[in-house]
């Protein structure tokens, strides 16, 4: 995992993260404890896919978390 000093837009989210990684709901603990902007998967060596794919963020939301 490496730190990225500014915000990801969506795609560049999904070029920079693995969410398939055993070790990502770790990492983004990590990173949000930290208070970085945003971080990056890529060129990470401790990359392992898990054994069922993650819920879909789009799927598993409630609607209620998106209204303001």
């Known amino acids: 995992m490496k730190k990225i000093n500014r915000l990801l837009d969506m795609k560049a989210v999904e070029e920079h993260r693995r969410?398939?990684?055993?070790?990502?709901?770790?990492?983004?603990?990590?990173?949000?404890?930290l208070l970085w902007p945003s971080?990056?998967?890529?060129?990470?060596?401790?990359?392992?896919?898990?054994?069922?794919?993650?819920?879909?963020?789009?799927q598993s939301a409630s609607p209620l978390a998106w209204d303001c």
């Not at 971080?39 to 789009?58: D, N, T, V, Y």
Request: charged share 30%; proline share 9%; aromatic share 12%.
């Open 39 to 58: 971080f990056s998967c890529c060129g990470c060596k401790l990359f392992e896919a898990r054994a069922e794919p993650p819920p879909r963020w789009e």
């Open 19 to 33: 969410e398939e990684c055993l070790h990502y709901d770790a990492c983004l603990e990590e990173a949000s404890a």
